[in-house]
Protein backbone atom coordinates (compact mmCIF):
# COMPACT_ATOMS: atom_id res chain seq x y z
CA UNK A 1 0.00 0.00 0.00
CA UNK A 2 1.57 3.04 -1.05
CA UNK A 3 -0.55 6.04 0.80
CA UNK A 4 2.06 9.15 0.99
CA UNK A 5 3.21 10.76 -1.90
CA UNK A 6 6.98 11.03 -2.80
CA UNK A 7 8.78 12.96 -4.50
CA UNK A 8 11.95 13.92 -5.05
CA UNK A 9 13.35 17.44 -7.12
CA UNK A 10 15.56 15.04 -9.37
CA UNK A 11 12.45 13.25 -10.29
CA UNK A 12 10.99 17.11 -11.33
CA UNK A 13 13.71 17.77 -13.21
CA UNK A 14 13.53 14.34 -14.90
CA UNK A 15 10.26 14.90 -15.97
CA UNK A 16 10.67 18.88 -16.91
CA UNK A 17 13.37 17.48 -19.00
CA UNK A 18 11.24 14.79 -20.63
CA UNK A 19 8.09 17.72 -21.23
CA UNK A 20 10.71 19.41 -23.17
CA UNK A 21 12.18 16.58 -25.17
CA UNK A 22 8.95 15.90 -26.07
CA UNK A 23 8.03 19.10 -27.88
CA UNK A 24 4.68 19.81 -26.05
CA UNK A 25 4.75 23.11 -25.82
CA UNK A 26 3.46 22.92 -22.01
CA UNK A 27 6.26 23.85 -20.33
CA UNK A 28 7.31 26.45 -22.50
CA UNK A 29 3.91 28.19 -22.07
CA UNK A 30 3.59 28.04 -18.37
CA UNK A 31 3.96 31.50 -16.38
CA UNK A 32 5.04 29.14 -13.62
CA UNK A 33 6.65 25.69 -14.85
CA UNK A 34 7.50 23.95 -11.54
CA UNK A 35 4.24 24.27 -10.48
CA UNK A 36 2.77 22.48 -13.47
CA UNK A 37 5.31 20.08 -13.53
CA UNK A 38 4.29 19.03 -9.91
CA UNK A 39 1.01 18.88 -10.79
CA UNK A 40 1.51 16.70 -13.98
CA UNK A 41 3.95 14.73 -11.44
CA UNK A 42 0.86 13.99 -8.98
CA UNK A 43 -1.44 13.20 -12.39
CA UNK A 44 1.09 10.69 -13.61
CA UNK A 45 2.05 8.97 -9.73
CA UNK A 46 -0.59 9.39 -8.01
CA UNK A 47 -0.24 7.63 -3.97
CA UNK A 48 -2.33 4.18 -4.20
CA UNK A 49 -5.04 3.10 -1.99
CA UNK A 50 -5.58 -1.30 -2.00
CA UNK A 51 -3.91 -1.63 -5.14
CA UNK A 52 -6.11 1.40 -6.54
CA UNK A 53 -5.19 4.73 -8.54
CA UNK A 54 -7.17 7.42 -8.03
CA UNK A 55 -8.42 9.94 -10.87
CA UNK A 56 -7.45 13.58 -10.55
CA UNK A 57 -7.55 16.72 -12.07
CA UNK A 58 -6.19 20.38 -11.86
CA UNK A 59 -6.85 23.92 -12.52
CA UNK A 60 -3.42 25.14 -12.69
CA UNK A 61 -2.65 28.60 -12.62
CA UNK A 62 -6.33 30.41 -13.53
CA UNK A 63 -6.43 33.61 -15.02
CA UNK A 64 -10.18 34.17 -14.61
CA UNK A 65 -12.69 34.28 -11.93
CA UNK A 66 -15.25 31.53 -10.96
CA UNK A 67 -18.05 33.52 -12.46
CA UNK A 68 -16.45 33.77 -15.84
CA UNK A 69 -16.11 30.11 -15.97
CA UNK A 70 -20.30 30.03 -15.12
CA UNK A 71 -21.41 32.67 -18.01
CA UNK A 72 -18.72 30.58 -20.93
CA UNK A 73 -19.48 26.86 -19.88
CA UNK A 74 -22.97 26.64 -18.26
CA UNK A 75 -21.73 24.56 -15.09
CA UNK A 76 -22.35 25.65 -11.67
CA UNK A 77 -19.24 25.58 -9.66
CA UNK A 78 -19.27 25.80 -6.39
CA UNK A 79 -15.58 26.61 -4.40
CA UNK A 80 -14.17 25.68 -1.28
CA UNK A 81 -10.74 26.88 0.33
CA UNK A 82 -8.67 24.61 1.03
CA UNK A 83 -5.24 26.76 2.51
CA UNK A 84 -5.25 25.15 5.70
CA UNK A 85 -5.41 21.86 4.26
CA UNK A 86 -1.94 20.24 3.16
CA UNK A 87 -1.60 19.93 -0.46
CA UNK A 88 -1.58 16.65 -1.04
CA UNK A 89 -4.81 15.89 1.51
CA UNK A 90 -6.45 18.59 -0.80
CA UNK A 91 -5.81 16.80 -3.77
CA UNK A 92 -7.46 13.60 -2.34
CA UNK A 93 -11.17 15.19 -3.20
CA UNK A 94 -10.47 15.98 -6.59
CA UNK A 95 -11.45 13.16 -8.82
CA UNK A 96 -11.14 15.07 -12.44
CA UNK A 97 -14.28 14.93 -13.33
CA UNK A 98 -16.91 17.05 -10.94
CA UNK A 99 -14.09 17.95 -8.39
CA UNK A 100 -10.57 19.55 -9.44
CA UNK A 101 -8.18 21.06 -6.98
CA UNK A 102 -7.27 25.01 -8.10
CA UNK A 103 -3.32 25.19 -7.97
CA UNK A 104 -1.78 28.44 -7.64
CA UNK A 105 1.67 29.31 -6.84
CA UNK A 106 1.70 28.80 -3.02
CA UNK A 107 -0.35 25.68 -3.70
CA UNK A 108 -3.85 23.95 -3.75
CA UNK A 109 -6.18 26.78 -2.53
CA UNK A 110 -9.31 25.31 -3.46
CA UNK A 111 -11.86 22.45 -4.57
CA UNK A 112 -13.67 23.46 -7.45
CA UNK A 113 -17.13 21.51 -7.84
CA UNK A 114 -19.06 21.29 -10.93
CA UNK A 115 -22.52 20.42 -10.95
CA UNK A 116 -22.03 17.44 -13.59
CA UNK A 117 -19.12 15.59 -14.66
CA UNK A 118 -17.23 17.77 -17.07
CA UNK A 119 -14.16 15.70 -17.50
CA UNK A 120 -14.53 14.60 -21.35
CA UNK A 121 -11.63 16.34 -23.87
CA UNK A 122 -14.11 18.49 -25.02
CA UNK A 123 -15.26 19.86 -21.97
CA UNK A 124 -11.63 20.14 -20.38
CA UNK A 125 -10.59 22.54 -23.70
CA UNK A 126 -13.57 24.24 -22.93
CA UNK A 127 -12.55 24.77 -19.29
CA UNK A 128 -9.26 25.64 -20.50
CA UNK A 129 -10.40 28.40 -22.73
CA UNK A 130 -13.06 29.66 -19.85
CA UNK A 131 -10.24 29.84 -16.88
CA UNK A 132 -6.92 30.35 -18.52
CA UNK A 133 -5.91 27.50 -16.62
CA UNK A 134 -3.70 24.54 -17.74
CA UNK A 135 -5.66 21.65 -17.14
CA UNK A 136 -4.35 18.66 -15.64
CA UNK A 137 -6.14 15.18 -15.41
CA UNK A 138 -5.76 11.72 -14.81
CA UNK A 139 -8.86 10.43 -16.07
CA UNK A 140 -10.17 7.28 -14.83
CA UNK A 141 -9.19 4.93 -17.34
CA UNK A 142 -5.94 5.84 -16.54
CA UNK A 143 -4.55 8.24 -19.51
CA UNK A 144 -3.48 11.86 -18.10
CA UNK A 145 -4.29 14.76 -20.16
CA UNK A 146 -3.04 18.24 -20.42
CA UNK A 147 -4.59 21.29 -21.52
CA UNK A 148 -4.01 24.64 -22.60
CA UNK A 149 -3.13 26.98 -25.01
CA UNK A 150 -0.76 24.54 -26.59
CA UNK A 151 -3.80 22.50 -27.62
CA UNK A 152 -4.12 18.75 -25.96
CA UNK A 153 -1.23 16.38 -24.65
CA UNK A 154 -2.31 12.61 -24.06
CA UNK A 155 0.29 10.49 -21.90
CA UNK A 156 -1.23 6.89 -23.02
CA UNK A 157 1.07 5.10 -20.05
CA UNK A 158 3.89 4.90 -22.59
CA UNK A 159 4.36 7.45 -24.49
CA UNK A 160 2.56 11.52 -25.36
CA UNK A 161 0.48 12.85 -28.20
CA UNK A 162 -0.07 15.86 -29.11
CA UNK A 163 -3.26 17.32 -30.30
CA UNK A 164 -2.75 21.75 -31.66
CA UNK A 165 -5.54 23.63 -31.78
CA UNK A 166 -6.73 23.39 -35.00
CA UNK A 167 -6.00 26.84 -36.01
CA UNK A 168 -2.41 26.64 -36.02
CA UNK A 169 -2.50 23.11 -38.39
CA UNK A 170 -5.16 23.81 -40.76
CA UNK A 171 -3.53 25.30 -44.00
CA UNK A 172 -6.49 26.55 -45.74
CA UNK A 173 -9.64 27.82 -44.98
CA UNK A 174 -11.90 27.84 -48.30
CA UNK A 175 -15.13 28.64 -46.61
CA UNK A 176 -14.07 31.49 -44.36
CA UNK A 177 -16.11 33.80 -46.06
CA UNK A 178 -19.38 31.37 -45.38
CA UNK A 179 -20.00 31.81 -41.85
CA UNK A 180 -22.73 29.07 -41.60
CA UNK A 181 -20.52 26.78 -43.26
CA UNK A 182 -17.38 27.73 -41.36
CA UNK A 183 -19.68 26.90 -38.04
CA UNK A 184 -20.39 23.31 -39.50
CA UNK A 185 -16.93 22.83 -40.18
CA UNK A 186 -15.61 24.14 -36.69
CA UNK A 187 -17.69 21.98 -34.98
CA UNK A 188 -16.79 18.41 -37.33
CA UNK A 189 -13.30 19.47 -36.59
CA UNK A 190 -13.16 19.60 -32.72
CA UNK A 191 -15.88 16.65 -32.77
CA UNK A 192 -13.20 14.83 -34.87
CA UNK A 193 -9.97 15.58 -32.51
CA UNK A 194 -11.94 15.88 -28.89
CA UNK A 195 -14.49 13.30 -29.38
CA UNK A 196 -13.18 10.98 -32.25
CA UNK A 197 -9.72 11.38 -31.89
CA UNK A 198 -9.46 11.51 -28.08
CA UNK A 199 -11.22 7.53 -28.19
CA UNK A 200 -9.09 6.59 -31.01
CA UNK A 201 -12.31 5.99 -32.76
CA UNK A 202 -11.43 5.66 -36.62
CA UNK A 203 -14.07 7.42 -38.55
CA UNK A 204 -14.58 9.29 -42.28
CA UNK A 205 -16.77 12.36 -41.95
CA UNK A 206 -17.67 13.53 -45.17
CA UNK A 207 -19.51 17.47 -45.36
CA UNK A 208 -20.84 19.53 -48.19
CA UNK A 209 -21.66 17.61 -50.98
CA UNK A 210 -24.11 19.46 -53.11
CA UNK A 211 -27.08 18.83 -54.84
CA UNK A 212 -25.34 18.57 -58.25
CA UNK A 213 -22.65 16.27 -56.94
CA UNK A 214 -23.23 13.05 -58.46
CA UNK A 215 -22.84 10.36 -55.44
CA UNK A 216 -23.09 7.25 -57.41
CA UNK A 217 -19.68 6.25 -56.17
CA UNK A 218 -21.11 6.29 -52.33
CA UNK A 219 -22.65 3.51 -51.77
CA UNK A 220 -25.41 3.59 -49.18
CA UNK A 221 -25.48 0.38 -46.83
CA UNK A 222 -27.95 1.49 -44.06
CA UNK A 223 -31.40 2.72 -43.18
CA UNK A 224 -31.54 6.57 -42.84
CA UNK A 225 -30.14 7.84 -39.05
CA UNK A 226 -31.64 9.82 -37.04
CA UNK A 227 -31.26 13.31 -37.98
CA UNK A 228 -28.55 14.30 -34.91
CA UNK A 229 -26.63 16.98 -35.55
CA UNK A 230 -22.52 18.12 -34.75
CA UNK A 231 -24.07 21.64 -33.83
CA UNK A 232 -26.20 20.52 -30.96
CA UNK A 233 -24.35 19.22 -27.89
CA UNK A 234 -26.93 16.40 -26.80
CA UNK A 235 -26.24 14.88 -29.99
CA UNK A 236 -22.38 14.17 -29.83
CA UNK A 237 -22.94 11.28 -27.63
CA UNK A 238 -24.76 8.95 -29.20
CA UNK A 239 -23.19 9.92 -32.54
CA UNK A 240 -19.76 8.88 -31.23
CA UNK A 241 -21.15 6.10 -29.73
CA UNK A 242 -22.65 4.56 -33.20
CA UNK A 243 -19.47 5.69 -34.90
CA UNK A 244 -17.35 2.69 -32.81
CA UNK A 245 -19.58 0.08 -34.09
CA UNK A 246 -19.75 0.82 -37.89
CA UNK A 247 -16.95 1.11 -40.55
CA UNK A 248 -17.45 3.44 -43.60
CA UNK A 249 -18.36 7.41 -43.41
CA UNK A 250 -20.39 9.66 -41.72
CA UNK A 251 -22.29 11.82 -44.28
CA UNK A 252 -23.34 15.56 -42.75
CA UNK A 253 -25.80 17.90 -44.85
CA UNK A 254 -25.22 20.89 -44.79
CA UNK A 255 -26.73 22.38 -41.63
CA UNK A 256 -24.53 19.97 -40.23
CA UNK A 257 -26.99 16.91 -39.61
CA UNK A 258 -26.63 13.45 -39.89
CA UNK A 259 -27.91 11.95 -43.42
CA UNK A 260 -25.96 8.88 -44.15
CA UNK A 261 -24.02 6.59 -42.16
CA UNK A 262 -21.40 3.40 -42.72
CA UNK A 263 -21.51 4.51 -46.44
CA UNK A 264 -18.53 3.26 -48.75
CA UNK A 265 -16.50 5.26 -50.40
CA UNK A 266 -15.90 4.07 -54.35
CA UNK A 267 -13.47 5.86 -55.91
CA UNK A 268 -13.71 6.85 -59.47
CA UNK A 269 -11.20 5.55 -62.02
CA UNK A 270 -9.46 9.00 -62.38
CA UNK A 271 -9.30 9.24 -58.47
CA UNK A 272 -7.84 5.75 -58.87
CA UNK A 273 -5.46 6.73 -61.73
CA UNK A 274 -4.58 10.26 -60.46
CA UNK A 275 -4.74 10.25 -56.49
CA UNK A 276 -1.92 8.85 -54.94
CA UNK A 277 -2.64 6.26 -52.04
CA UNK A 278 -1.87 7.89 -48.36
CA UNK A 279 -1.48 5.74 -45.51
CA UNK A 280 -4.16 2.77 -45.16
CA UNK A 281 -7.16 2.58 -46.67
CA UNK A 282 -9.27 4.96 -44.58
CA UNK A 283 -6.93 8.01 -45.72
CA UNK A 284 -7.09 6.95 -48.93
CA UNK A 285 -10.64 6.61 -49.39
CA UNK A 286 -11.15 10.10 -47.69
CA UNK A 287 -8.72 11.83 -50.16
CA UNK A 288 -9.96 10.28 -53.42
CA UNK A 289 -13.77 10.50 -52.31
CA UNK A 290 -12.67 14.21 -51.54
CA UNK A 291 -11.09 14.38 -55.31
CA UNK A 292 -14.08 13.14 -57.02
CA UNK A 293 -16.14 15.64 -55.38
CA UNK A 294 -14.81 19.41 -55.09
CA UNK A 295 -17.70 20.74 -52.85
CA UNK A 296 -17.12 18.41 -50.40
CA UNK A 297 -14.75 18.28 -46.81
CA UNK A 298 -13.48 15.17 -45.90
CA UNK A 299 -12.36 14.66 -42.35
CA UNK A 300 -10.42 11.03 -41.95
CA UNK A 301 -9.95 10.30 -37.93
CA UNK A 302 -7.06 7.72 -37.38
CA UNK A 303 -7.85 4.75 -34.82
CA UNK A 304 -4.30 6.18 -33.57
CA UNK A 305 -5.74 9.80 -32.68
CA UNK A 306 -4.41 12.23 -35.11
CA UNK A 307 -7.16 14.25 -37.65
CA UNK A 308 -6.83 14.74 -41.63
CA UNK A 309 -8.44 17.31 -43.66
CA UNK A 310 -8.67 16.66 -47.49
CA UNK A 311 -10.10 18.84 -50.39
CA UNK A 312 -9.87 18.59 -54.15
CA UNK A 313 -7.84 15.54 -53.41
CA UNK A 314 -5.29 17.52 -51.39
CA UNK A 315 -4.48 17.79 -47.55
CA UNK A 316 -5.30 20.81 -46.31
CA UNK A 317 -4.76 20.33 -42.95
CA UNK A 318 -3.32 17.23 -40.12
CA UNK A 319 -3.15 17.75 -36.74
CA UNK A 320 -0.36 15.19 -36.00
CA UNK A 321 3.39 16.23 -35.83
CA UNK A 322 4.11 14.10 -38.11
CA UNK A 323 4.71 14.64 -41.82
CA UNK A 324 2.32 13.24 -44.17
CA UNK A 325 3.45 11.72 -46.93
CA UNK A 326 1.98 9.34 -49.68
CA UNK A 327 3.26 5.91 -50.12
CA UNK A 328 4.96 4.81 -52.59
Not at 134 to 159: C, E, I, K, N, Y
Amino acid sequence: METQRRVTPGRLRRLTEELLEEQLGVVERSSAPDVLVDEIDYALRPPRHERRVPSYGSFVLPTGALDQWVARTGLSVVGRKTTNVVDDDARRYADGLTSWTLRTNGGVDALVVFDRPAGSERDLVVLAASSGAMMVQRHPSGDVRLVGSFGVARWDGLTWHVERPVSEWLTQTPWSDEPDRSMVIEQLLHFAVHDLGAAAIGSILVYGLSDDDRTDNLERRLATPPPLNVTHPPDLAPLRHVLTQLDGAAVFASDGTLIDLGARLVPSAVAEADVAPLRGTRHTSARRFSHDHPSATVIAVSDEGPVTVFQHGVVIGHSGLDGLEPMR
